[in-house]
């Protein structure tokens, strides 16, 4: 829609009569439609408008429509348009509806917690999802910016008789110390620290063989509360959920 405008996307159940060729099988079927505000089709390109390599287009491939009607057509469906140049467009897809029950999705349980957490990340954003996630979880989240700060506050919380539960470490901070040198110096202080390495890169050898390089446990980003509580449940109780 080179001038803009809105597209319309409606869905609707239809009963399909026999005999009725134009919209795929007879029986029950699902009809979604989408409008736009384009400059529509001419007249003469309606027949040819799903044939294969056929274009108006000057960079255009005649492959989007072709292959689109295909996997209708593969899935039991129809396709038809209505066209008028200089309002629009809209295509009709047509389904067979499914026979089969909508299986039940079962609610995902969270393993809540208690215990003071410290979450090392250089990213703010990242940082707040985290406190939110497991003040959501029962835990007490406390925040650092890179290895060398979260070191300094572990240390501190230890001598004040006040420490961390758990500590949850981003393996790559750019430009600052990262998770695994952080894990040296934490064991250093404590030995029986228990840390959660956390990266993007799973294909990391740390993430896969965290143990081998002194965290308890390892959750890859982005992570949902769910994956968050599981990991710290087994980190700090020895049960694995």
Do not use: C
Not at 31 to 44: F, H, L, P, Y
Not at 169 to 197: F, H, N, S
């Amino acid at each position: 829609m080179p001038e803009g405008g809105t597209i319309q996307i409606a869905a609707e159940n239809l009963i399909i009569e026999a005999g009725n060729s134009l919209t795929g099988k007879p029986g029950r079927t699902i009809r979604i439609s989408i409008t736009d505000q384009g400059v529509g089709i001419a007249e003469k390109h309606l027949a040819k408008i799903f044939d294969p390599y056929f274009t108006t287009k000057h960079t255009g491939s005649g492959l989007g429509l072709a292959t689109t009607y295909a996997i209708i057509r593969k899935h039991g469906g129809h396709i038809t348009l209505e066209s008028q140049l200089g309002v629009g467009t809209t295509f009709h897809i047509y389904l067979p509806a499914s026979d089969k029950a909508v299986p039940e999705k079962k609610a995902d349980r969270l393993i809540t917690g208690q215990g003071r957490i410290l979450v090392m990340d250089d990213e703010a954003a990242l940082r707040e999802v985290s406190g939110r996630m497991l003040q959501k979880l029962g835990y007490e989240p406390e925040f650092a910016k890179n290895g060398a700060e979260a070191i300094e506050m572990y240390k501190a919380a230890k001598e004040s008789g006040k420490p961390y539960d758990a500590v949850i470490l981003d393996l790559t901070i750019p430009g600052g110390m990262g998770g695994k040198e952080a894990i040296e110096k934490l064991v250093e202080i404590d030995p029986e620290v228990k840390a959660i390495v956390s990266s993007g890169y799973s294909n990391d050898p740390i993430m896969s063989d965290f143990k081998g390089y002194g965290f308890s446990g390892a959750v890859p980003k982005p992570f949902e509360m769910k994956e968050l509580g599981k990991v710290l449940h087994e980190v700090l109780k020895g049960e694995p959920q």
